[in-house]
Each structure stands twice: as structure tokens, then as C-alpha cells.
């Protein structure tokens, strides 16, 4: 019988402007432009900071997808992840994450309490481990035992939040209907400048969700799913329908097979629709091997955050219907 040691692996892997309107690809296979990091929503914009830091000096994606998504975990103004994401129906904040590199390694975690960096817990299992996925209580074992630091994650703000939509609740909701933007998830694709690409998605999930509930954010191939070889791909908006098309993977399947992340991301959100007949808000973001760029989605307001050739933009998408 394996032992817990039997699953460790001892030591690491080495090693602006806002555009209003469809976002096409920029470059072609021909034109090949590298580094490039593309995340979900405004707080991409400075989670696409830090990790432009790792890339601009010839850093790896990886290190930089897992720094830039780290700075919307660390901040409390941002109410769907990490410190400060809104809570489930108990009160309690629950945090989902992955990570994924260029040659399918990836980690997970789900349903964690009380660690504010989830994504650096999920590269730990990714590296540390023989596993893909930790959750819950041994997730937050395994996190304690990496050093990861154990502290309070529910900000008064979000608290105060929670407890106006407990005094609000009413027998007809039973079904906890997401309130409009509280499961905007942080998607982030980086390719560095040795043509590496890598992703990582990270989550508070959606507010008010049963306690237990997890989404499509550490997932991998829903929320987030990279080949070196093809593409990387990551998911925003309500998971059930994110899992339910496997959106992410197949993204980058669509892309294996010649689609530009562009049509690619237009795909799954056309999937989405086809499979959800209630049209849940879902949103994607692709990044190639070549560095192009894609993003679709069905909300009125979804934006990425698009850094390339040294500039940090805010981008508008234009919704399917
Ligand atoms: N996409 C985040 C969630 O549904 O949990």
C-alpha cells in the first residue's frame, strides 16, 4: 500500500488603452510576438502587472501567472477572490484554484479555508505531489504543512454583504441565485519569451453558493486548460455551465484542430448556449503558442486585460446572443 510520503515528491520543478468592441487576433503564425499575458476583468490589469514583471525579464510563465493572479487574492476590494471574496450561504469563504505549465503539469485546490493564496497551495500539489486535486480539509492539512500561513479571509465588507442578502432571503430561494458580478474569477494565459505558455484560475466562486459547492474554476479543463504545444484557455462567469462543456479544453482542442483563439473562444461560448438553455453568463480567454489572443463571451460587460508589446489595456467584448 502507498504510503502519504509515497505521494510527495521531494523538491520543486526546477527552473492602458480600453478598446470597445470584438477583440480579432493580431498576430500571425508568421509574426510571432511573445511575452504576452491576457486575464479576465479589470483586475487583470494589475494582476497582468506583476506578472509582466516575471515575463519582461525573461522569467517563466508559469512564476508569472502565479504572481499576477496572487495580487486579486491579496486585495479586498476584490470581492470574487481571495481575501475578501464573498462568502457561501454559512458565511464561510471558500477558495478554488489551479495552475497548469506548458507540458500538462498542473495542481488544484477546492473548497479551502482560512489561505489566501490558494494558487500558490495548488502549485505546491502540482510539484510536491503526485496529485492533481486537494480538497477541503486536506487541502487546507496539505497547505499547512507547505508553511502557507492560516488567517481570516471574510473582510467586514463582505460580511456586511452576506448578511443583507441572509436578511433577505425569502422561501423562493431555494435555487440561491448568484447576485450580478460577485463570480468574476480571475483567468490568466502567459506565453514568456522562450515560448512557454502557462495558466492559473482562482476564485471565491459564486456568492451565496451551498456550502460545499465547487465551480469550474479549479477544474482543469473547465476552468483552465493549457497545452504547450497548442494553446491555453480560462474560463469567468457561472461554473456549472463552464464544467458542463468542458469549455476550456475544449477551447484549446478547437485550436488543435486550426481555429484561431478567437473563433475558438466564439465556439465554446456558442456551446455554452446550446447546452444552458437559461444562458448563464460565461466568458473565456484564449492565448496561443504564436501569442494571439482570443476572448468571447454572452454577458453585456465582460472585459480582459491584454499586456503586449509593453503595453497593459483593458478590452470590452463585444457579447454573442
Ligand atoms: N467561475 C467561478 C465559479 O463559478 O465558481
Redesign the pocket.
Known amino acids: 500500500m502507498p504510503t502519504r510520503r509515497d505521494f510527495l515528491i521531494t523538491g520543486g520543478i526546477g527552473l492602458g488603452a480600453v478598446v470597445v468592441g470584438k477583440h480579432a487576433a493580431t498576430a500571425s503564425p508568421s509574426n510571432r510576438t511573445a511575452p504576452v499575458v491576457i486575464s479576465t476583468w479589470p483586475h487583470g490589469i494589475p494582476a497582468n502587472e506583476a506578472a509582466w514583471k516575471v515575463l519582461d525579464s525573461g522569467g517563466y510563465a508559469l512564476d508569472a501567472v502565479e504572481a499576477g493572479v496572487r495580487v486579486p487574492e491579496g486585495d479586498p476590494e476584490v470581492m470574487s477572490v481571495g481575501y475578501g471574496g464573498l462568502p457561501d450561504e454559512d458565511g464561510v469563504v471558500t477558495l478554488?484554484s489551479c495552475i497548469m505549465d506548458e507540458k500538462w503539469r498542473c495542481g488544484a485546490v477546492a473548497f479551502v479555508r482560512n489561505f489566501k493564496h490558494p494558487v500558490s497551495i495548488a502549485r505546491k500539489v502540482m510539484e510536491r505531489t503526485r496529485h492533481i486535486l486537494l480538497v477541503g480539509e486536506g487541502a487546507e492539512k496539505f497547505a499547512r504543512m507547505m508553511g502557507f500561513q492560516e488567517e481570516n479571509l471574510l473582510t467586514e465588507a463582505a460580511r456586511r454583504r452576506w448578511l443583507r442578502w441572509k436578511a433577505n432571503l425569502s422561501e423562493k430561494d431555494n435555487l440561491l441565485p448568484a447576485v450580478e458580478g460577485n463570480?468574476d474569477?480571475i483567468g490568466m494565459v502567459a506565453l514568456d519569451t522562450h515560448y512557454r505558455l502557462a495558466g492559473a484560475c482562482t476564485?471565491s466562486?459564486?456568492s451565496n453558493?451551498l456550502h460545499g459547492r465547487v465551480?469550474?474554476?479549479p477544474i482543469i479543463g473547465a476552468?483552465l486548460y493549457v497545452d504547450g504545444e497548442v494553446g491555453g484557455a480560462s474560463?469567468?462567469?457561472?461554473?456549472?455551465a463552464?464544467i458542463r462543456t468542458a469549455g476550456s479544453f475544449l477551447i484549446v482542442e478547437k485550436m488543435r484542430e486550426g481555429m484561431s483563439p478567437q473563433e475558438a473562444c466564439e465556439e465554446a461560448i456558442r456551446r455554452v448556449m446550446k447546452m444552458n438553455p437559461e444562458n448563464p453568463h460565461v466568458a473565456f480567454i484564449a492565448l496561443d503558442k504564436e501569442g494571439n489572443i482570443g476572448a468571447a463571451t454572452n454577458y453585456d460587460k465582460f472585459q480582459y486585460a491584454l499586456y503586449r508589446d509593453g503595453t497593459n489595456s483593458l478590452h470590452t467584448v463585444t457579447p454573442i446572443r
Open positions: 478554488d463570480h474569477t476564485t466562486g459564486l453558493k465551480g469550474d474554476s476552468g474560463a469567468t462567469g457561472v461554473g456549472e463552464v
